[in-house]
């Protein structure tokens, strides 16, 4: 902008003119890039690099670490399809993920709903909620394992209240044995995930729920029909946490408690890749496994994403 010098005797008076498009705006810095090139190379080479190896090995007769390698090609496929195991696998990973997925979500939005409105004693109730997530997973099989065994405390628990006829052997049971795992994942994840829910629900406005509650609506009616849709978008990506901990994490929870037994009743997809791959040493048809979890999940994950977006 050019600035006019008044001469002697101009009494005639100038506006500034208009800001130039370039004034008070900040010079954009380069390279930045070159800051996330160590993470974009950490990400290729143990995430990318993986996933990779997993499509690999699938085409592959590998019988061992140790053995020679040949290409198998769609070979690997046909034996998994024809294998009964698998499917047995397929339908208890289904009916794992469709019981314990809503009845945690839920349960957790629910017990994180109230623990947001700060209760007497709410802290402490936030501390003791985290207490599944502060034990190892082997305690937590170990806990699991002395309630549901022959003579543990939910048997005696029966029998104190004259239900003994109800006892059973939980673990040992194909048709208890899959409940009890899922029993577990839900016990395991419930609390953190509250805990979660109740910290995004704290920052919510308090106007919200107080203009609800003045024209009438309960605490039920609030949480669903007002807190809920605002949060939606983040109970998606919780649940999207939770449903790749039970496709994929469920492996050791069956390792501990039920080597997927008895039979295969309690077999998921996660653990028969470990199976397979640790116990039988055949890594074609585990990894061949893993490549169907891999697009079970990524439809998983876009289903659930779909499910739960904003409609506003």
């Known amino acids: 902008m050019t600035t006019l010098t008044p001469t002697p005797g101009d009494t005639t008076v100038r506006r500034p003119g208009p800001p130039s ?12 890039t070159v800051l996330a090139v160590p993470a974009l190379i950490w990400y290729l080479v143990f995430m990318v690099g993986p996933m990779v190896a997993i499509f690999v090995v699938a085409a592959l007769h590998w019988p061992g670490m140790l053995q020679p390698v040949s290409f198998a090609g769609l070979g690997n496929v046909r034996t998994v399809m024809d294998d009964p195991v698998f499917w047995d696998a397929v339908r208890n990973t289904a009916v794992q993920l469709a019981a314990a997925l809503p009845i945690m979500i839920v349960c957790a939005y629910m017990l994180g709903y109230y623990v947001a409105q700060k209760p007497p004693g709410h802290r402490v109730i936030r501390y003791l ?30 029998e104190s209240v004259g239900l003994g006829s109800l006892t059973d052997a939980w673990l040992a049971s194909p048709s208890t044995a899959l409940a009890c795992l899922i029993a577990l994942d ?32 309960g605490h039920w009616r609030t949480m669903w029909l007002i807190h809920f849709p605002v949060i939606r978008d983040y109970v998606g990506v919780v649940t999207m946490l939770q449903f790749l901990w039970t496709l994929f994490g469920s492996a050791q929870h069956v ?58």
Not at 195 to 214: K, T
């Open 186 to 217: 839900v016990w395991a994840g419930i609390g953190f995930t509250a805990v979660l829910f109740a910290a995004r629900l704290g920052s919510v406005p308090d106007e919200l729920g107080e203009a609800a509650q003045l024209d009438g609506a």
């Open 129 to 158: 909620l985290f207490i599944p997530g502060l034990i190892s997973t082997p305690a937590k099989a170990m806990v699991f394992y002395a309630a549901l065994s022959p003579d543990g405390l939910a048997n005696g628990a029966l």
């Open 21 to 32: 498009a370039t004034a008070g705006r900040r010079p954009r810095r380069q390279g930045g």
């Open 255 to 312: 390792l501990l408690l039920t080597q997927g037994g008895p039979g295969s009743s309690s077999t998921t997809l996660s653990f028969l890749v470990y199976q397979k791959a640790f116990i039988a040493a055949d890594l074609g048809y585990s990894q061949t496994v893993g490549v169907i979890l891999f697009l079970a999940g990524l439809v998983g994950l876009l289903t659930i994403r779909r499910a739960f977006r904003q409609n506003y």
